[in-house]
């Protein structure tokens, strides 16, 4: 079956922009969870979504946010982009919430901030 | 989450077993240890999770030592294909909210 698919895959913006990025979960999978990687930070938890409702948060300011729609795909907005926001977004899909054995991860959007 | 400590980096040669240790002092009694792997330019892979019980599956070994500070993931006949970086993460088991660490990059050699 196919797996977690992002789009787009790659994406530059300069500072102040705003940005969208998509992520559609295997089907059956109605928790999607979103990650950022940097080189000096490592991956860092964004928030998850579970039935269209944010079910935890990491610690990033309110210019992140994240929606799920009814058939479980997901978008993350970044607005008001700072050059720290420079990274590759990973979205991971899992039937349940809190499952991280079942999550699986999607190839990333790897954006970069001018 | 507790944290863990890692090897920045570590070598094996192809065919023999890697082992890849992590620390855990601070974990506590109802976190899990799960290890993911990332292979350049690709998402996480899970490999494992236990909580103080060893466990073994198709890809790996984990042992966890008895008082639960440490565990160590052994991958028993290490392939070129498993060159990546390896992360060790604790965690209390259905909750979401985590993050990784720098994990260990190894480099398995012919």
């Known amino acids: 079956k196919a797996g977690v698919t992002q789009t787009p895959r790659y994406l530059i913006k300069t500072r102040g922009q705003q940005v969208t990025l998509s992520c559609s979960p295997i089907?059956?999978?109605?928790?999607v969870s979103w990650y950022q990687q940097t080189p000096g930070q490592g991956l860092q938890f964004l928030f998850e979504y579970f039935s269209e409702t944010q079910r935890n948060k990491g610690n990033f300011p309110g210019r992140f946010s994240g929606r799920q729609f009814s058939n479980s795909r997901s978008e993350m907005n970044v607005s008001t982009l700072e050059l720290g926001d420079s990274a590759l977004y990973l979205c991971a899909s899992s039937r349940t919430p809190g499952g991280l054995e079942t999550q699986y991860f999607g190839p990333g959007t790897r954006l970069l901030v001018l | 989450d507790a944290k863990t400590t890692q090897p920045t980096s570590m070598d094996c040669a192809e065919g023999r077993a890697a082992n890849l240790p992590c620390n855990h002092s601070t974990i506590s009694g109802n976190e899990y240890v799960y290890w993911y792997r990332q292979i350049h330019s690709q998402g996480p892979q899970y490999i494992i999770h236990?909580?103080?019980n060893n466990e073994t599956n198709e890809m790996a070994s984990l042992i966890i030592t008895e008082d639960r500070k440490s565990s160590t993931l052994i991958l028993p006949h290490a392939t070129l294909r498993d060159t990546a970086v390896y992360y060790c993460i604790v965690r209390v088991e259905g909750y979401s909210t985590l993050t990784f660490g720098k994990g260990t990059m190894l480099l398995v050699s012919p």
């Open positions: 089907s059956g999978h109605r928790s």
């Open positions: 236990g909580l103080k």
